[in-house]
């Protein structure tokens, strides 16, 4: 008998995606490629008016138009509840429940037709009058409401004010970051079928199980009876974590008429009604010693939030544990204007304080004459300030150290404009980023059937993170399979409840209770492993076996054991399941602050000073996210957050009309996200270690790509030209 | 009065029976079950409903369907028939080249015209002449990867063969 | 509001039945490679033509060199005119603005004729909800003078309408004196492009000298000439994929350091494309020098109209005609 020698592990590698094959076939099943026998089609009509109410509403000549169902307003529609709030926030008000008017594009109608081109003509047929009233429209517009700290996560510790007084030296800026739109190329697709009292719904959502309890909640049915489809979405950078009204009115829609509806939004309707990262006014002050060490930071957000939903956004969190710092003093509050609701958008909150922070941080490392890199070294904190505790894990030193040296830091001249070639300016910059530890209770289940092969499952979403893949990798790593004997499947309401996909927080979530769910099936299988006659690990313990290739063998003497198909036919079973459960850890209990994921960003910006154009020549991104599960899909995670970034530092601004409130640019024509030539060099590297406080090891990957991207390329700016631009996003005419 | 159009998609013979305004996106999708060619801004601002109309490519949400009597259309399910992969798929997967997945029918559409166009004779020009598909999960550099190995195996080959 | 888009589809036997057709139908409307008329017929629904001619199978495709020029029939492609082997060759500024234009998809969709009839991006236009937009509805106003007017013109504009031209072939086009050959009931007329389009003034709906009915059938262009260098430089946020902010295509002899002959337009900023015919007098007989450069720029950008959010434009798009000038005299040197 060889020794066999240990598998080369599942994890780590670069796996291909499990579902890449569908996806470049064209067959993955998105909500919009959904379709019924019988379905008809639900058109909107939206308000064209942003502050009022509806004076009249006359709907006939739609209904009489050819192929109408169904038309929906306020005068006919059910009343209907909000929506429960949910993990991460209130649920938008429901939808055509009364004439008020809050917002431009907010939904007046929806019209039900036999075909979508009869829904869409017969909607232009809806005639609405206003009674128009004034709209407020500017952050800082004292006519609308100010919130002050309406979450209550502002946090203080020590005595700001006195520190500032009695620093060295102090720094004070104000920043502001536009409106930013999710813009998923999916269109957002509801479509809804009842059965009697039972109602399927195909939806474009980051999180199946939440769509179940909402619409379930609103419709008054047990959750048994609302069944959740979304085992593909198209991109949603946030926009599918909560219900919106769209989903609602498609569900209600197909009620009132009796057939199948979708509902599909058009790309003008996705910028006011999916949420979009809302604007911020933001003020840092920062006090420091000469050496550079941190005495007062204090950080205060103004963000932008519809009359009637809420959006909790937070933009001044980052700053209560980045730095060593006794003297904090952070608070986010909110005002109140006639725009379409906000919601998230690739790390809500940490995209635009990031900016904040980490560009004053770079404007007192000149003051101090200083390096920003070796400024950020000094401020490291070794424990997490806020609660005091030591990190569970922390490799942020190793991210500038790894960055300064990838990135080639050394080269920099630390003169501004200094560095040249040809007609170009060149600058570095560099910022520090983190996003907060989100873990939330999550179920899931395991099955091994009579063919050997394994059946891993979860309510989760694969919103092109990869899910799927590294589920499936690590559901084979515990059950000693290989990857093509592992099914993972999600995105069924009936599934185990899984928490959305977003904040960085399903990898480590759904990981957990995937791994209780195969160690536990894994232990299942052990002890009938041992038992019953002919059992050829008759009188062996559970230590003395363990599990690959799919056989269950002693640890000694591989040769001695048989496989999970033969432990199921010796017991004349079908089938060995097990469910798992994953829930955070307590840091009251491990005495360990649940760390973040960090980052160092590094970019090179090239800057024709004379027309203004400005090029992204490289960014590098190094990452302590603890564990990663499969580098190839995490790398992509981190570059298409970093291009992301690129979009809020150079492109994207969500324009607002003056007056009316319509916005201005709501097309991919008018409103501009990177494109492929925008795109230089975009590098990753990981650092770090498997995070502790899980056996998964893992921290999340997906939100530390975009943050930090603007103020690392307004740093470099600077650096390059001496223009310091504490806007976003940076445009021709703030360059040339 | 209808308008009945004669026209060969992904090799075969269609027809179609039109109204006249119906895009060759929709009717790809609704009439002719081809759900692969996805719908991002049904506006030729995103890319996402490329497809080869006579080989070449073209932005089917902005093509009247009536306008493609007597053409070839080629859509993602045409080009690798019975099961198969395309090399451009290919290297879509092993360079990790889309996320979610919705504008990736485009962007390998586009990429196949690109290739015949003969526009990948650098990062530079691929990154220029894919600039009209949007990728929102921003896979843009796994693309470009993917497209550089699929033109590299091209010339590779046309070298060996002597061509 | 646009009533329904169920419009008839045609297909006229000859270019003498097209022009018939839509001649006789106030409602009717040509369509080429569709890539401006349905946008706003299906989608944004500004225009609604009750029927719809479409030309792309009559024969007036190709591009045929002739004895001074080259004559481009107005069905062929931007894709096809830029890979003409004289237009490679010996007209770089055309080539580089149909390069710069749109995508790869679009140009091989959109055609030369459809290119000059290339209406604005203006968001104001395209919104049918925006109620005053003196180019949709003469006499209602204009929203975007006072709305995010960025993209916007500053020659030849006023609080009528700022709407820009956003072709950058038209602008190479306009350089080069094109003429743009017409078919009407009466008969075949040449118009050059310089007096093809109409400055808005306070008729901004009437966009061109075209009579309803009257076809685009082929556009001349001259060669330029012997010696020639030329170029298109395009200023935009992003770097491809966008309509110009400012842009300049730019053609010049230069003998000895002596600029001998000179042709200079402006896109991005203009109403219309935009010939700077007092720039080009400037330059003519002047030294190669950034003095010169910069003179005919400051003639090039004379009297602009700006709103909040164009100003920059002003001196943006004289660094462009400088910017290019530069180019063009260093590769003619």
């Not at chain 1, 019988?38 to 058109?43: P, V």
């Not at chain 1, 209770?441 to 091994?448: D, G, K, P, Q």
């Not at chain 2, 049904?42 to 070449?56: F, I, N, R, S, Y």
């Not at chain 3, 902010?245 to 900023?269: K, M, P, Q, Y």
Request: glycine share 10%; hydrophobic share 40%; net charge negative.
């Amino acid at each position: 008998m060889t020794e066999t020698k240990p598998a080369p592990t599942l994890l780590g590698a670069g796996v291909d995606r499990v579902d890449g094959l569908s996806k470049v076939r064209g067959e993955a099943p998105f909500p919009s490629d959904v379709t019924y026998p019988r379905l008809a089609h639900a058109a909107l009509v939206r308000s064209t008016i942003a502050a009022g109410r509806i004076s009249r509403i006359t709907t006939r000549a739609a209904e009489e138009a050819p192929g109408v169902l169904a038309v929906i307003t306020h005068q006919n529609m059910p009343r209907l509840e909000r929506g429960p709030a949910t993990l991460i926030g209130p649920s938008p008000v429901s939808p055509l429940q009364d004439d008020q008017v809050f917002h431009h594009g907010q939904y007046v109608a929806v019209v039900v037709a036999e075909s979508l081109q009869q829904a869409s003509a017969a909607a232009e047929l809806v005639d609405v009058e206003y009674e128009v009233a004034a709209g407020v429209f500017d952050l800082d517009d004292p006519r609308g409401e100010l919130r002050v700290d309406p979450w209550g996560s502002g946090a203080r510790r020590g005595d700001v004010e006195g520190a500032l007084a009695s620093a060295e030296v102090t720094f004070e800026a104000s920043y502001s970051t536009a409106a930013n739109t999710n813009n998923p190329i999916g269109l957002f697709t509801t479509v809804a079928a009842w059965e009697g009292d039972t109602l399927t719904l195909h939806d474009s959502t980051q999180w199946t199980a939440n769509v179940r309890t909402t619409i379930a909640a609103l419709f008054g049915l047990p959750e048994e009876s609302v069944r959740v489809h979304a085992p593909f979405l198209g991109g949603g950078f946030g926009a599918g974590l909560r219900v919106w009204p769209h989903a609602v009115i498609a569900a209600v829609a197909a009620q009132v008429t009796g057939r199948p509806v979708k509902l599909e939004l058009t790309r003008p309707q996705m910028f006011t009604g999916i949420g979009y990262r809302p604007a911020t006014e933001q003020t840092v002050r920062l006090g420091a010693l000469r050496t550079g060490q941190l005495v007062a930071l204090q950080h205060h957000a103004t963000i932008a939030i519809g009359i009637v939903d809420e959006n909790p956004e937070p933009v001044t969190l980052i700053s209560q544990s980045a730095y060593a710092c006794p003297n904090v003093d952070v608070r986010d509050d909110e005002r109140r204007l006639n725009i379409p609701p906000p919601g998230p958008l690739r790390a809500p909150g940490a995209a635009q304080g990031t900016f904040a922070l980490e560009s004053a941080l770079d404007e007192l490392s000149y003051k101090l004459g200083m390096d920003p890199l070796e400024l950020r070294l000094r401020n490291y904190a070794e424990v997490d300030a806020h609660s005091g505790l030591p990190w569970s894990s922390n490799a942020l030193r190793d991210c500038y150290a790894v960055g300064a040296e990838r990135f080639g830091w050394a080269q920099r001249n630390p003169e501004v404009g200094s560095m040249r070639e040809d007609s170009w300016q060149i600058g570095y910059g560099v910022a520090s980023l983190s996003y907060h530890w989100w873990q939330v209770r999550c179920e899931a289940r395991a099955t091994i059937g009579r063919d050997g092969t394994a059946f891993v499952r979860s309510a989760a979403n694969d919103i092109g993170t990869g899910t799927r893949t590294v589920m499936t990798q690590l559901s084979a790593e515990l059950l000693g399979l290989g990857l093509s004997d592992v099914r993972f499947d999600l995105g069924d309401s009936t599934m185990p409840w899984s928490p959305a996909a977003g904040g960085s927080g399903l990898t480590t979530s759904l990981g957990v209770a995937v791994d209780d769910a195969c160690r536990s099936l894994r232990g299942k299988f052990l002890e009938l492993a041992v038992q019953g006659p002919g059992s050829p690990l008759a009188g062996c313990s559970s230590d003395d076996v363990v599990v690959s290739g799919g056989r269950l063998h002693r640890k000694d003497d591989p040769g001695v054991g048989e496989s999970y198909a033969e432990v199921l036919a010796r017991h004349g079973l079908d089938e060995l399941s097990a469910d798992g459960l994953g829930a955070p850890p307590d840091p009251a209990q491990t005495g360990l602050a649940l760390s973040p994921p960090f980052a160092a960003k590094f970019a090179e910006v090239r800057i024709d000073a004379d027309l203004g154009i400005l090029r992204v020549a490289r960014l590098l991104t190094v990452v302590d996210a603890g564990r990663i599960l499969n580098e190839k899909l995490a790398r992509s995670q981190i570059v298409g957050g970093t291009i992301g970034g690129i979009g809020q530092a150079l492109f994207e601004e969500t324009s607002f009309d003056p007056g009316t409130g319509r916005i201005a640019n709501a097309t991919f024509g008018d409103y501009l996200i990177p494109v492929s030539a925008d795109v230089g060099d975009v590098d990753v590297a990981f650092v770090g270690q498997p995070d502790p406080l899980t056996p998964v090891g893992t921290k999340g990957v997906g939100e530390l790509g975009l943050p930090g991207t603007a103020a690392a390329i307004a740093n470099a700016v600077y650096h390059a030209t001496g223009r310091r631009l504490r806007s976003l996003p940076i445009a021709i005419e703030q360059l040339y | 009065m209808k308008i009945v159009v004669a026209l060969r998609v992904n090799e075969a013979a269609a027809r179609l029976s039109l109204d006249g305004p119906e895009t060759l996106l929709d009717a790809l999708r609704d009439q002719m079950g081809l759900e692969g060619t996805k719908k991002g801004c049904d506006q030729g601002a995103c890319g996402a409903c490329t497809v080869l109309l006579d080989g070449k490519r073209v932005l089917s949400c902005l093509t009247l369907a009536a306008q493609c009597d007597g053409h070839e259309v080629t859509t993602v399910e045409g080009l690798a028939p019975d099961g198969g992969v395309h090399p451009v798929q290919a290297a879509f997967i092993r360079h990790d080249a889309f996320q979610c997945g919705y504008c990736t029918p485009g962007q390998i559409m586009s990429a196949v015209a690109l290739l015949d166009e003969g526009r990948a004779g650098s990062d530079e020009e691929i990154r220029e002449f894919m600039s009209g598909n949007l990728c929102r999960c921003a896979a843009y550099p796994n693309i470009v990867a993917a497209i550089r190995d699929v033109a590299g195996e091209v010339a590779s080959h046309g070298a060996d063969s002597g061509v | 509001m646009a009533p329904t888009p169920g419009f008839e589809y045609v297909r006229p036997s000859s270019v003498e039945d097209a022009v018939a057709t839509v001649s006789g139908d106030p409602t009717a409307a040509y369509l080429a490679g569709g890539t401006t008329q349905l946008d706003l017929v299906l989608k944004d629904r500004v225009i609604s033509p009750q029927r719809l001619v479409d030309i792309t199978r009559l024969p007036l495709r190709g591009v045929t060199r002739t004895s001074d020029g080259l004559q481009v029939a107005a069905m062929t492609t931007m894709e096809e005119l830029a890979a003409d082997p004289t237009v490679t060759r010996e007209l770089p500024l055309v080539r580089e603005a149909l390069l710069s234009g749109a995508s790869t998809q679009l140009r091989n969709m959109a055609t030369i004729g459809g290119n000059l009839l290339q209406r604005t991006r203006c968001r104001y236009f395209r919104d049918p909800t925006v109620a005053a937009c003196n180019k949709r509805d003469p006499g209602s106003g204009c929203a975007a003078v006072t709305g995010h007017a960025r993209m916007h013109a500053i020659l030849g504009a006023s609080e009528h309408c700022i709407a820009s031209h956003a072709s950058d072939l038209c602008v190479a086009l306009v350089a080069l004196d094109a003429v743009a050959h017409l078919q009407s009931m009466g008969g075949l007329s040449h118009v050059p492009l310089t007096e093809f389009y109409r400055v808005p003034g306070d008729r901004p709906d009437r966009e061109t000298v075209l009579e309803h009915g009257e076809l685009v059938t082929a556009i001349g262009i001259p060669l330029l000439p012997p010696g020639t260098r030329s170029s298109y430089l395009k200023v935009r946020d992003r770097a491809s994929y966008e309509f110009a902010l400012t842009s300049a295509a730019a053609a010049l002899v230069v003998e000895h350091d002596v600029i001998r002959f000179a042709r200079l337009a402006l896109g991005g900023v203009g109403t219309v494309p935009w010939r700077a015919y007092e720039a080009e007098g400037i330059l003519v007989g002047a030294p190669v020098s950034e003095g010169a450069f910069r003179a005919a720029a400051e003639a090039a950008v004379n009297d602009p109209f700006t709103v909040s959010g164009t100003e920059f434009k002003v001196e943006l798009a004289k660094r462009t005609v400088v910017r290019v000038l530069q180019t063009v005299a260093r590769n003619a040197s």
